[in-house]
């Protein structure tokens, strides 16, 4: 399997724009995460879902985000208007099958908002 | 609200000098205790799953083990390889469906030949 599959891989964008994240999660599995990474916070879990509906949404630092997954095999992150301070990696992982709690996740999206 | 604190921060290591990581957690259920690898600019990649005190993994050169308040990765003579940042995380019974993790920060590991 190619394992969790994340687009584009760096970004860099102005402030105001927006931004679109897109995760393929691996074949099967039927939870998707997505995660940020900072220096200050950690790993935090931003959003989850299963079989493509969102569960929890609560760690969404504001409506600047949405998340969607239109299918099994498709997930986007957006930030609209992007701002500096949404500089981080973005991970986005999936699991499924008999050890559904265990999470194998992609190699991110460096975003570096100006 | 689940807390994950890891330590030390940082640790530097000769080649073969074996020591452990640190990994304290509060939780209102533990589903399970996880640890992660992640090298630089690569995701979290998959060690071990931790369920019940007392129970232990071992992969290579490292044992995790596990307590009702911490968990350690224990490293054995490492190598330079087994440079990376270290990462421990905690999942609670929170519901049907419920798998989300709460990540602690990290220990970063540095191994010098």
């Known amino acids: 399997d190619a394992g969790v599959i994340q687009s584009p891989r760096h970004e860099v964008t102005e402030m105001g724009q927006e931004v679109t994240l897109r995760c393929k999660p691996i074949s099967g599995h039927d939870y998707l995460f997505w995660y940020r990474q900072t220096m200050m916070r950690g790993l935090e879990l931003l959003i989850y879902f299963n079989n493509n509906v969102p569960i929890d949404d609560s760690g969404m630092p504001e409506d600047r985000f949405s998340a969607k997954m239109p299918n099994a095999s498709f997930s986007t992150l957006k930030i609209q208007p992007s701002e500096p301070r949404d500089s981080a990696v973005y991970f986005c992982?999936?699991?499924?099958?008999?050890?559904?709690?265990?999470?194998?996740f992609g190699p991110g999206t460096r975003l570096l908002v100006l | 609200e689940d807390q994950v604190t890891q330590s030390p921060e940082a640790l530097r290591l000769q080649e073969g000098e074996s020591s452990s990581l640190n990994c304290s957690y509060t939780v209102s259920g533990l589903r399970g205790l996880f640890w992660y690898r992640q090298d630089p600019g690569k995701g979290p990649e998959f060690l071990f799953t931790l369920y019940s005190a007392g129970e232990e993994k071992e992969k290579e050169r490292l044992k995790a083990t596990l307590t009702k308040k911490e968990s350690f990765l224990h490293i054995t003579a490492p190598k330079p390889e087994d440079s990376a940042t270290y990462l421990c995380?905690?999942?609670?019974?929170?519901?049907?469906?419920?798998?989300?993790?709460?990540f602690g920060k990290g220990t970063k590991l540095s191994v010098i030949p």
């Open positions: 992982a999936s699991s499924s099958g008999a050890r559904k709690e265990t999470q194998y």
């Open positions: 995380a905690v999942q609670a019974y929170s519901g049907a469906g419920s798998y989300q993790l709460t």
